[in-house]
C-alpha cells in the first residue's frame, strides 16, 4: 500500500520545495519510493485534510490539536536530526 506523505510550509514555495527534494533523493536512495506518493503544500490549505495523509512533514509551526501526527522537517533545514527525522519517516512508511 502507497503512503500519502505532506510536505508542507507556511507557503507552500520555498521551505517545503528544499525539504520535499531532500525526501524525495533519501526515499530513492534508501529504496522506498515506490511505497510513498509524495505531496507539497502551505499549512492553510491542509489543515483541514490532515486526515488525509498519512505521513506528514512540517517546517513550520502546526496547531496543537495535529502535533502529534506531523514529523517536524526542520531538521532538512538545520542539519541537526536529520538522521532522528528519517528514521521516524521511516517508521511510518512501514506501519
Given at each position: 500500500m502507497t503512503k500519502k506523505l505532506l510536505i508542507m510550509c507556511g507557503t507552500g514555495?520555498?521551505?517545503?520545495t528544499v525539504v520535499t527534494g531532500k525526501v524525495k533523493t533519501w526515499l530513492e536512495d534508501n529504496g522506498l519510493e515506490d511505497k510513498v506518493s509524495l505531496h507539497q503544500s502551505k499549512i492553510?490549505?491542509?489543515?483541514?485534510?490532515?486526515?488525509d495523509y498519512d505521513i506528514i512533514v512540517s517546517t513550520t509551526i502546526v496547531p496543537d490539536d495535529i502535533r502529534?501526527?506531523?514529523?517536524?522537517?526542520v531538521?532538512?533545514?538545520?542539519?541537526?536530526?536529520?538522521?532522528e527525522m528519517y528514521d521516524r519517516i521511516e517508521e511510518k512508511i512501514n506501519q
Open positions: 514555495v520555498a521551505t517545503s492553510s490549505d491542509e489543515l483541514n485534510r490532515i486526515d502529534d501526527k506531523v514529523i517536524d522537517g531538521p532538512l533545514l538545520t542539519g541537526m536530526g536529520v538522521d
